[in-house]
């Protein structure tokens, strides 16, 4: 879905949109598997054009100590400016604090890029499937949470006086 950036007024326009999972593509180590929900709106002031707004969905994601597959809930509000045409000089810009929050675009920009950037926002770095997740076995590569390897941990023989330090 676009959005008219060129049409945004001062009072905001209300957007309610439910984009399906295959809608929005985040390309990263996670996939999303519910519709992503938005309501937000659209409006324009001196700085420029915003859209803000509230989105929810559900990710699938995978435990970095087992692989194990979970699905987490992620949510965010979020308001991205977006410069006016006027405001944009050809060639070379400086970037100065003012402007680290702010977006460059024509007159429409597609929703489910500005979601897709907010919801890769929101995907943890790292996902545990629970507190005490045991991980995988570093010699044979069972999961350490399902059963109780009999492999003996080598331990490198620099570190073998460390063991006896309690």
Do not use: Y
């Not at 990710?59 to 509000?77: H, N, S």
């Not at 010699?139 to 350490?144: H, P, W, Y």
Request: net charge negative; hydrophobic share 40%.
């Amino acid at each position: 879905m676009k959005i008219d950036l060129a049409a945004a007024r001062t009072t905001p326009e209300t957007i309610e949109v439910s984009l399906p999972p295959e809608g929005v593509d985040i390309a990263a180590d996670a996939e999303i598997v519910a519709n992503v929900e938005f309501r937000g709106s659209v409006w324009r002031d001196p700085r420029g054009r915003h859209v803000s707004g509230h989105f929810e969905t559900k990710v699938k994601l995978e435990c970095v100590r087992c692989l194990a597959a979970i699905e987490k809930a992620i949510a965010g509000d979020f308001d991205d400016l977006f410069a006016e045409e006027e405001q944009t000089t050809p060639g070379e810009l400086e970037l100065t604090p003012e402007l680290m929050d702010v977006s460059f675009a024509g007159d429409s920009v597609e929703l489910a890029e500005v979601l897709r950037e907010q919801i890769l926002l929101e995907v943890p770095e790292q996902t545990f499937c629970r507190e005490d997740c045991r991980g995988l076995c570093p010699k044979c590569g069972q999961d350490l949470n399902l059963i109780d390897c009999n492999c003996s941990a080598d331990i490198d023989p620099r570190w073998a006086a460390l063991k006896d330090l309690n």
